[in-house]
């Protein structure tokens, strides 16, 4: 049975996460499909960014000194991508990866200055290299917002023609059901910190074709039940090899990493 490895935000313990960086390191290492988040700017762009601040990753902070709290939703695409998103990581080295030489001096340097992207960029690099990607839409304030943020994200992979590349996700269950509304045949997929009960009821009820569940909350039964139906299971975020193999031994659909450069040795090795 073959496990997807999916790499997490990119290949984020090799370069700043959700960056076209950590996608190029992602695609380089062998992961089977790259996992993003996306959100709306001021000016409602689509953003890939992961956390509601940008100041854990980028240098807002400086450069937009009395514009606290630095909220995603209160810049516009074209001042988000004056910042650097790439210089938090070298200066932290979040994973250990560049002290284990894991990164090397040429890759530290090129991610200093770093943009982040939009959607579009995402998905054309996606395309560009005949590959998949699992977007998910983070929570935002304000149900126009989320509405606006799903149409948004619907129109540009249908746009695109990338409905047989995405793997559409969410802990925000009522984006998935207007994603299902606006787009009957793309995949979605129910994220979710807690263990849903009776999954396969939900799942089916959601429309959804796949169950993102934290690691914590898969039980070896509970998998081959889903998977015996027809539903696919992506666990997340699983960086031990120990974890990771358990999984694998589980039959899961397949685990989103940290470190696909880990999870590829051991779908590979004997």
């Given amino acids: ?18 960056t076209i960086a950590a996608a190029r390191k992602a695609l380089e290492v062998g992961a089977g499909m790259w996992e993003l988040d996306v959100q709306l700017t001021a000016d409602d762009e689509l953003l890939v960014m992961h956390d ?39 200066r932290q080295d979040p994973f250990g990866q560049i002290a284990a030489g894991a990164v090397s001096a040429a890759e530290t340097d090129s991610y200093l200055g770093l943009r982040a992207p939009t959607l579009r960029q995402a998905l054309e ?33 249908t746009a695109l023609g990338m409905e047989q590349r995405v793997l559409l996700s969410s802990f ?38 796949a169950y993102n569940p934290r690691q914590g909350a898969v039980r070896r039964r509970m998998v081959a039940a889903l ?13 031990n090899e120990k974890a990771m193999r358990r999984l694998i031994g589980m039959g899961v659909t397949g685990i989103i990493t940290d470190f696909p450069q880990s999870l590829c040795g051991l779908l590979v090795g004997p």
Avoid at 61 to 88: H, K, M, N, Y
Avoid at 127 to 149: A, C, F, Q, S
């Fill in 227 to 239: 998977r015996s139906s027809g539903l696919d299971v992506y666990v997340w975020t699983v960086n």
């Fill in 52 to 90: 509601p601040k940008l100041t854990r990753t980028s240098d807002v902070g400086g450069r937009f000194p009395q514009r606290r709290p630095w909220r995603v939703d209160g810049f516009a695409l074209s001042e988000i991508q004056t910042l650097d998103c790439g210089g938090w990581f070298v």
């Fill in 125 to 157: 690099y996606t395309i560009d290299n005949g590959w998949t990607v699992n977007i998910e839409l983070k929570h935002l304030t304000g149900d126009d917002k989320g509405r606006l943020m799903v149409q948004k994200t619907i129109d540009l992979i």
């Fill in 172 to 209: 925000n269950h009522d984006y998935l059901r207007q994603a299902r509304t606006l787009a009957p045949d793309l995949p979605i997929a129910a994220l979710s910190l807690f263990a849903i009960r009776r999954p396969i009821r939900y799942l089916t009820n959601l429309g959804a074709q």
């Fill in 1 to 18: 049975m073959t496990i997807l490895n999916v790499a997490h935000r990119g290949a984020r313990s090799l370069a700043p996460e959700n």
